[in-house]
Nanobody
Framework: KVQLAESGGGSVLAGGSLRLSCVSS??????????MGWFRQAPGKEREAVAT???????YYADSVKGRFTLSRNDAERTLYLQMDSLKPEDTAMYYC???????????????WGQGTQVTVSS
C-alpha cells in the first residue's frame, strides 16, 4: 500500500500563505485514472475534499478554495503540492493527502491516506 507523508502546515494570520507537500512512496501516475488530492477536516466537522488532480493534469477545486488554492505536482519527486493563498480562519483544519488509481473527483473514496498536517489561520 502506498505511503503518503504530508508536511508544510503551520500557523498563519488571515491573508497569509502556506504551501503543503505530500510525498508518495510510489511513483505518481500519469494516466487519467490516477488521482491524488488534498482533503481537510476541521474540529467537529466532516472531512471534505479540497482539491484533486488527475494523472493527466486535470484539476478539481472545492468552491470554497477556488481562486485561492493551487495544486501542482513534481513527478520526479513523487510530490503533490497545495499552494494556499489568502488564507481565512475557516481554512483552519487538519489537511490530508490521499491517492487512488480508479478515477478522480471531489469525493472521499480514496485508497491511501497520509497522517495529516495541521493548518491554523488566525484573524
Amino acid at each position: 500500500k502506498v505511503q503518503l507523508a504530508e508536511s508544510g502546515g503551520g500557523s498563519v494570520l488571515a491573508g497569509g500563505s502556506l504551501r503543503l507537500s505530500c510525498v508518495s512512496s510510489e511513483p505518481t501516475g500519469t494516466g487519467d485514472a490516477y488521482c491524488m488530492g488534498w482533503f481537510r477536516q476541521a474540529p467537529g466537522k466532516e472531512r471534505e475534499a479540497v482539491a484533486t488532480m488527475r494523472g493527466g493534469g486535470t484539476q478539481y477545486y472545492a468552491d470554497s478554495v477556488k481562486g485561492r488554492f493551487t495544486l501542482s505536482r513534481n513527478d520526479a519527486e513523487r510530490t503533490l503540492y497545495l499552494q494556499m493563498d489568502s488564507l481565512k480562519p475557516e481554512d483552519t483544519a487538519m489537511y490530508y493527502c490521499a491517492v487512488r488509481r480508479w478515477g478522480c473527483y471531489l469525493d472521499l473514496e480514496y485508497d491511501s491516506w497520509g497522517q495529516g498536517t495541521q493548518v491554523t489561520v488566525s484573524s
